[in-house]
């Protein structure tokens, strides 16, 4: 389940769509006995259908640096799969890129995405909220 306050936080608004879509992957692949949120494993392989090679690294470089998830063990080695953890991090990480205002802004829904690329400027500064 993805808790509502997870998506209505500054790191969650910040994210790609792609990001967005391969976190929810990420989630699937929960296996209790596997290891549980320690031990997840997508590997490019699986999600080469939705998207190029490029898309799934920055997606993943995303997802690390908002905090969403962390590498646990790296792959690449003997062509082995990255192991990753989900994260607590986004707290911290949407407190520090986001003022009052801005937090306001996103719970009542006016702080939207832009569609074409991933930027911020409409969480911090001078900025205009759509109505």
């Known amino acids: ?50 998207m190029s090679t490029g898309t799934y690294v920055n997606g993943m470089r995303e997802l690390c640096t908002y905090g969403f998830i962390r590498v646990v063990e790296p792959g690449g080695l003997l062509r082995r799969p990255t192991v990753y953890a ?8 949407s407190r520090g890129i986001v003022d009052k205002e801005g937090r306001e802004a996103i719970k009542l829904g006016l702080a939207k995405k832009r569609q074409s690329w991933n930027r911020l400027d409409n969480l911090t500064g001078k900025r205009r909220w759509e109505q």
Do not use: C, I
């Open 1 to 50: 389940m993805l808790d509502h306050y997870m998506m209505n936080t500054a790191a969650w608004t910040a994210l790609s769509y792609k990001a967005v879509w391969l976190y929810l992957e990420l989630r699937k692949q929960f296996n209790f006995s596997a290891g549980g949120d320690n031990h997840l494993l997508l590997p490019y392989s699986k999600v080469r259908w939705k």
């Open 86 to 93: 989900l994260s607590d991090g986004w707290k911290t990480k």
